[in-house]
């Protein structure tokens, strides 16, 4: 997110983010963390349809428009940073839109111009589901003439330099490597690592 808001910010534009991320960053800020701030200019809320579809559909009572958010989304549908796939479609330029696989759906409201471009910022297929949700996500994008896009690789795993900075900040007593395929690598990081073994408890 810290990279897609930057670029946002180097191009004048406003990053779209979910109402999950909005509440998210709302929390950080909350606790003093450094993060993005919802009511940033470069920062956008994407409120969804949902199940009804009816919000901002004045056919409708406030009281039935709500019917499709949970009330902690509800906070943000007021918010001056609120946009709705009818707002970015009108002005596609000013938007970058965070929309991962679960999402693509609101493509079918965005409507994304052609030349519009999608970065796939997530690490590459690795197993049988994952390539097939990658072909799921490449149909989409076939569809609303995203294709080819641009991928970018991306994971939750430290780099060895992150890693070995982490530990010298923390100072821990121990190092117990539980998520790698070389833990004896962290033995060159720390006097006390224990590498776990099968059947072998570890009291901590």
Request: charged share 30%.
């Amino acid at each position: 997110m810290q990279s897609f808001f930057q670029v946002a910010q180097q191009t004048d534009r406003a990053l779209v983010i979910n109402l999950k991320q909005a509440y998210l960053l709302e929390l950080f800020r909350e606790s003093g963390i450094d993060t993005p701030r919802i009511d940033d200019d470069h920062i956008r809320i994407y409120i969804p349809r949902k199940t009804w579809g009816v919000y901002e559909d004045d056919r409708f009572s406030e009281k039935i428009q709500l019917e499709d958010y949970d009330n902690w989304e509800r906070e943000f549908l007021d918010h001056p940073h609120a946009v709705t796939a009818h707002d970015i479609r009108q002005n596609q330029e000013d938007y970058i839109v965070r929309c991962d696989f679960f999402e693509l759906k609101e493509l079918i409201d965005i409507k994304p111009e052609l030349g519009s471009c999608y970065i796939r910022s997530v690490c590459e297929p690795f197993d049988l589901e994952m390539e097939l949700d990658l072909k799921k996500v490449e149909n989409w994008l076939q569809h609303f003439n995203l294709f080819p896009y641009t991928q970018i690789h991306a994971s939750g795993h430290l780099s060895y330099d992150e890693i070995k900075e982490f530990i010298q900040t923390v100072q821990p007593k121990t190092v117990i490597p539980v998520h790698t395929q070389n833990p004896e690598v962290f033995q060159n990081l720390h006097d006390n690592v224990i590498i776990p073994e099968k059947g072998r408890k570890v009291v901590l």
